[in-house]
């Protein structure tokens, strides 16, 4: 089925481990999105890439780092992992280009990561 | 700036009962607006959406209306089901500096018991 894989969907981390979450969409999609989600706080923007060779800081980037490594993937990484990085992570993608137009549109299943 | 604010629930209704979710907004401009449902264990699914003032999204049974004067949309339902129990986000899209950019709410988490 068509859509936005993640993985893992689950993972534990210790504090200062590194770590990259994968996301692939096969929609051809533009746009793609990293979000966290945490209680009280909805979704807030990690980093986004508008299209295939560009990446761009949201709301909420420090401690992570993104690679668009093709049209399909977009991966973010946690070079030292720190206890207020546990929450929920999502990758969404979109039609978008390079205005983001219509937003995150396809939504991952989430990969829910803890750092103890 | 740009914001969006929604009560953070739980909502708990009987089956059968009617539903609104509110949702107002603070933008300059003229933004759209979306709601999407998050079902427990996956992301977020796009619910219904209106683009303009006095537009009227609609969806499964959900409706949700633009209403600029009162900087409002929020969402409705007329008999809710134990399967619409899930997290409603309520979303801001408006164009800045050459970008389209999202504005989420905190989420409405809406439980139905039979």
């Known amino acids: 089925n068509a859509g936005v894989t993640q993985t893992p969907k689950f993972q534990v981390l210790k504090t200062g481990q590194s770590m990259t979450l994968q996301c692939a969409q096969d929609m051809n999609h533009n746009s793609m999105y990293w979000y966290r989600q945490d209680p009280g706080m909805g979704l807030r923007l990690i980093y986004y890439?508008?299209?295939?060779?560009?990446?761009d800081k949201g709301e909420v980037p420090n401690g992570y780092n993104v690679s668009r490594l093709n049209k399909r993937e977009f991966s973010l990484r946690l070079e030292s992992a720190a206890p207020s990085q546990t929450s929920v992570y999502f990758c969404?993608?979109?039609?978008?280009?390079?205005?983001?137009?219509?937003?995150?549109?396809?939504f991952g299943d989430g990969t829910r990561l803890s750092i103890l | 700036g740009n914001s969006v604010t929604q009560m953070e629930g739980p909502v708990t209704l009987s089956e059968e009962a009617f539903l609104t979710i509110n949702c107002t907004y603070t933008?300059?401009?003229?933004?759209?607006l979306f709601w999407y449902v998050q079902y427990p264990g996956e992301g977020l699914q796009l619910l219904l959406k209106a683009t303009k003032a006095d537009d009227k999204g609609s969806n499964k049974g959900f409706e949700a209306t633009y209403r600029k004067e009162t900087t409002s949309f929020h969402l409705e339902k007329g008999s809710v089901q134990v399967s619409d129990s899930a997290v409603y986000f309520c979303?801001?899209?408006?164009?800045?500096?050459?970008?389209?950019?999202?504005?989420f709410g905190i989420g409405t988490k809406l439980q139905v018991i039979p």
């Open positions: 890439s508008a299209s295939e060779g560009t990446t």
């Open positions: 933008a300059t401009g003229y933004p759209s």
């Open positions: 969404a993608s979109g039609v978008g280009g390079v205005t983001l137009r219509g937003g995150p549109q396809h």
């Open positions: 979303a801001l899209f408006r164009n800045s500096g050459g970008y389209q950019k999202v504005t």
